[in-house]
């Protein structure tokens, strides 16, 4: 069976920087033998979490009660043998539709150490920016963070420091690229 990789691009655009990135990498993966699909968040309706509380009642255990796009991407976040969240940096952090997808979460675990869909899942950043890569320094500390709470297994980052898509797509960042997969895939 192939490792299913899902690609979460936080990027409002569809051939920007952070397309250019996830292109590059969506053809590595697939060169390596692994079946990749890239969902554009912004282009799904995913409200952030609004603390209801529903998904904490036993009428819906672990599940969220927002009605949105998010109900069919919980299957792909928990199915998937890697996620990699793409996104641009805004204001020195992840996009809004991507903290947005990441507050829904809320409602997969309600203990980390016990009723925790997330617990062993495996998770990636590939960021860029405008500015050199310390930027998305408060980003990468932050997911790390969230993934140590929900046992959410961090596998590593790439960032792209002043970003040009054109750069991205003639390949001056395919030696980081490759870097960065051998570092987040499983070693055969
Ligand atoms: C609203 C906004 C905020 C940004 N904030 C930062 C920032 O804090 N640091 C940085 O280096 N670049 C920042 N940038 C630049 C983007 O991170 C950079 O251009 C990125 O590669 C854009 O990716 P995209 O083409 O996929 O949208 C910002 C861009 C926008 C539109």
Excluded at 157 to 183: C, N, Q, R, T, W
Aim: net charge negative; aromatic share 8%.
């Amino acid at each position: 069976m192939p490792m299913k990789v899902t690609i979460f691009n936080g990027s409002p655009l569809t051939s920007g920087n952070t397309s250019a990135l996830s292109s590059i990498l969506m053809a590595k993966l697939a060169g390596r033998g692994a079946e990749v699909e890239e969902i554009m968040l912004f282009q799904k309706n995913v409200l952030g979490c609004n603390h209801c509380d529903r998904c904490r009642a036993d009428d819906l255990p672990l599940r969220c009660s927002i009605p949105d796009d998010m109900i069919r991407l919980y299957d792909k976040f928990l199915d998937s043998d890697l996620l990699i969240f793409a996104s641009p940096i805004y204001m020195w952090n992840l996009t809004p539709c991507t903290l947005a997808f990441i507050t829904r979460l809320h409602c997969l675990c309600r203990s980390p150490d016990g009723h925790n869909l997330m617990k062993g899942i495996n998770l990636a950043l590939a960021l860029t920016m405008g500015d050199e890569a310390d930027v998305a320094r408060h980003a990468v500390d932050s997911m790390s963070e969230f993934c140590e709470y929900f046992l959410i297994n961090f596998k590593g980052d790439m960032a792209v420091p002043f970003a040009d898509k054109d750069e991205i797509l003639s390949g001056k960042h395919d030696e980081d690229a490759d870097a960065f997969l051998d570092e987040i895939l499983p070693q055969s």
